[in-house]
């Protein structure tokens, strides 16, 4: 077990919904990261926060997309008008963030999104 | 434009060889690579972690290379089991974007007993 959870495990949506999930990160980890992952592929980043601030996105990251760290602790990512293509796993991961490069970063179980 | 490859098709050997996973990248100069496996339904867990300075990366029975003029890396598992039957994901970090992970698309093993 990475310490990594995130909620819901699945859910499915009727396309044009919002959806909301939640990762709660390794406590003492500054670092969070959201990826997707589409099966037979490997995770695609989306985003990323050093405690509160987001630091960098994705263009894969469209306008319907919105993530939240508020407090530096949990984070939450939003999908508004969720279409078919939206399919997918959703994996968060942590990193305690003392290291730039070589900062190991732990998985969560992820969060399967699927579409109708 | 920039690629990670592994073998798409999936490796089937038999427990107590030796698998080979192989990763190659092209427009990429990666300050190092990671190595996960991936089982289903779960997400990644890190296994190795290999610098661009460095040739050879061994934990228990799991070896990486790491050739920068080829671009590319080998994942060795020695005395495999089936327990090791798993997806192997290959990952870069840039130079241009210290906190970003590029993953590959990952090769599947399986581990006959």
């Known amino acids: 077990d990475t310490g990594v959870s995130q909620n819901p495990r699945h859910k499915i949506t009727k396309r044009g919904q919002n959806v909301t999930f939640r990762c709660d990160p390794i406590?003492?980890?500054?670092?969070l990261y959201w990826y997707r992952q589409t099966l037979g592929q490997g995770p695609e980043f989306l985003t990323y926060f050093q405690n509160e601030a987001q630091l960098e996105k994705s263009r894969l990251l469209s306008d319907r997309f919105s993530a939240e760290r508020p407090k530096g602790s949990f984070s939450t990512l939003e999908i508004q008008r969720t279409e078919q293509g939206d399919s997918a796993m959703y994996l968060c991961?942590?990193?305690?963030?003392?290291?730039?490069?070589?900062?190991?970063?732990?998985f969560g179980p992820g969060t399967r999104l699927t579409v109708l | 434009s920039q690629k990670i490859e592994q073998n798409s098709e999936a490796l089937n050997i038999q427990e107590g060889k030796t698998a080979t996973l192989t990763c190659n990248y092209t427009?990429?100069?990666?300050?190092?690579l990671q190595w996960y496996r991936q089982d289903p339904g779960r997400g990644p867990v890190f296994l190795l972690l290999?610098?661009?300075?460095?040739k050879e990366k061994r934990k228990e029975r799991l070896k990486v290379t790491f050739d920068t003029t080829l671009k590319q890396s080998l994942f060795h598992i020695t005395a495999s089991q089936p327990a090791d039957s798993a997806t192997y994901l290959c990952a870069l970090v840039a130079y241009s974007s210290a906190s970003k992970i590029i993953f590959g698309s990952g090769t599947r093993l399986s581990i006959r007993p």
């Open positions: 991961a942590s990193s305690l963030g003392t290291s730039e490069r070589t900062d190991t970063q732990y």
């Open positions: 427009n990429y100069s990666p300050a190092y």
């Open positions: 406590s003492e980890h500054n670092r």
């Open positions: 290999i610098r661009e300075n460095e």
